[in-house]
Structure formats: structure tokens, C-alpha cells
């Protein structure tokens, strides 16, 4: 196996070893399922309970998908307006790294208050949790264009709106999607907790249901549904990312 090919399968093997070793100590130390289910618990619950979990998890992923896409047009947007000036960088930055450092979990009550329970405070935690990472890599990616090739730039004739659409925002596109690959992950965070005290349905009503139950097989199968669904979305963004940006990577995959 070469270099590339152990690259390619190491995640897959990592995996395996994982669930090797997490059956064999809850067989070896005797660990109740209702505590810390093993793998085959869990593999067990998610063919039982299959159907209740795809329409739960069905609900979670567009929930997530809502307001995932919500925070990338206010991200881009929000990062463009900031980055593109020095002034509005330094000004609205701080506010917006403190803004970010707000549980969003806090933010739920309040949400069901002004939305009821539902899908709105769902895609709004959703929102809030993942627009930060987008809108902080785009102001990043246009704020860092080097001041020698804006001034070579303005001296061709090149206006400074120029240099942002047709200079900036090119070079920001790895920045963009480093951010959407930690803005997803985080969307399907903020959905769970949302779902976990606002909602009647969507995996993170499920893991209250499960847990109330004593289905501890059940919870942790959507927990691992909730990490699939994060993880596909992850490499969808990586797949794409390397067919859009490849002159961005080609030191990695030169051998």
C-alpha cells in the first residue's frame, strides 16, 4: 500500500480500530447497555428503530441545511462589507468576536418566546452558531490582500472595487470553504441543542426521548446519524473545495 492509498483508507482503518476496541472493553469490562451502549447496540437500535430515525434525522438535516444556508449569505455579505475596509475591520470585529462568544444554547428560550416552538428557533441557533466562521475568513481573506499588489493594481487603472471582486474574493475561496467545512459542523450542533428544548420532532428531540426512556442504544444512534450527516456534508465541501481551488493545494498533492 503506497503512501497515497494509506492516506486515502487511514480514516476507514482509524474507524474500525475504534469500534474494535470500544466492543471489546464494554464485553470485557462487562459495561450495562443502559449505561454505555457497545457498537452492536448500537447497530442493533438503528435497524430496529431505522424508520423513526430517518424522520427525525430527515428534519434535522433540512432544518440544518436552512439555516446553514442563512448564514452563508449573511456571512459572505457581513464579510465582504467588513473586510473590504480597514476601518469598518477594526470596528466591527471586536463587537462581533464578543457577540460570538455568547452560549447560543442561552439564545433558545428566548427564540421560542419570539417563534413559538418549531422549526424557527431551529434554523435561527442553527444560524447563529455557524455565520461567524464565514463572515471571519471572508473580512480575513479580503482584509490580508497584500498593500504592494493593490497598489500595482491601482496603478494599472484597476479601482478599488476591482481589486475586491476580481482579486479578493478569489483569493478568500480557501478561506471560504475552510470556513463552510467548521460552519457545518457547528450548524448541525446548534440544530440538536435547538431541537433538544424547542421542538417535537429531529434528532435532538429523539436523544431527549431515548434518554428519558433508558434507550441508551437509541440516543447514541442518533448521535452517530448526527455525526454521518455532519461528516458527508464535510467531504462534500472538501470535494468541491479541491475542484474550485486547486491551485490553492497543489503543493499538497504534488509527489
Same mark, same amino acid.
Not at 479541491?242 to 491551485?247: V, Y
Given at each position: 500500500m503506497n503512501a497515497r492509498q494509506m492516506e486515502r483508507w487511514s480514516p476507514w482503518i482509524l @474507524? +474500525?480500530? +475504534? @469500534?474494535l476496541l470500544w466492543q471489546a472493553l464494554c464485553a470485557g469490562l462487562g459495561i450495562s447497555e443502559f449505561i454505555f451502549p457497545s457498537p452492536a447496540a448500537i447497530g442493533a437500535a438503528l435497524a430496529e428503530h431505522a424508520a423513526t430515525i430517518a424522520g427525525h434525522a430527515w428534519r434535522t438535516f433540512w432544518v440544518t441545511m436552512a439555516g446553514f444556508g442563512l448564514s452563508i449569505v449573511v456571512g459572505v455579505l457581513l464579510g465582504f462589507l467588513i473586510g473590504s475596509s480597514r476601518a469598518a475591520y477594526a470596528a466591527v470585529y471586536p463587537l462581533m468576536t464578543a457577540f460570538n462568544a455568547l452560549p447560543k444554547a442561552a439564545f433558545v428560550p428566548i427564540l421560542v418566546v419570539w417563534f413559538g416552538i418549531g422549526i424557527g428557533p431551529a434554523i435561527l441557533t442553527a444560524f447563529l452558531i455557524s455565520f461567524f466562521p464565514i463572515m471571519v475568513n471572508i473580512a480575513t481573506g479580503l482584509a490580508t490582500l497584500e498593500p504592494e499588489l493593490e497598489d500595482v493594481l491601482r496603478v494599472l487603472g484597476a479601482r478599488r472595487w476591482d481589486v475586491l471582486v476580481k482579486v479578493g474574493l478569489p483569493r478568500s475561496l480557501p478561506y471560504f470553504y475552510g470556513s463552510l467545512k467548521v460552519a457545518i459542523t457547528l450548524a448541525f450542533v446548534g440544530t440538536t441543542v435547538s431541537e433538544m428544548t424547542a421542538a417535537n420532532e429531529g434528532i435532538g428531540y429523539l436523544l431527549i426521548s431515548a434518554g428519558s426512556s433508558m434507550q441508551m442504544g437509541l440516543a447514541f444512534a442518533g448521535l452517530v446519524v448526527v455525526g454521518a450527516m455532519a461528516m458527508v456534508m464535510y467531504e462534500l465541501f472538501s470535494v468541491v473545495e479541491?475542484? &474550485? &481551488?486547486?491551485?490553492a493545494h497543489r503543493g499538497s498533492n504534488a509527489h
Open positions: @474507524l +474500525v480500530a +475504534v @469500534l479541491k475542484r &474550485t &481551488t486547486g491551485w
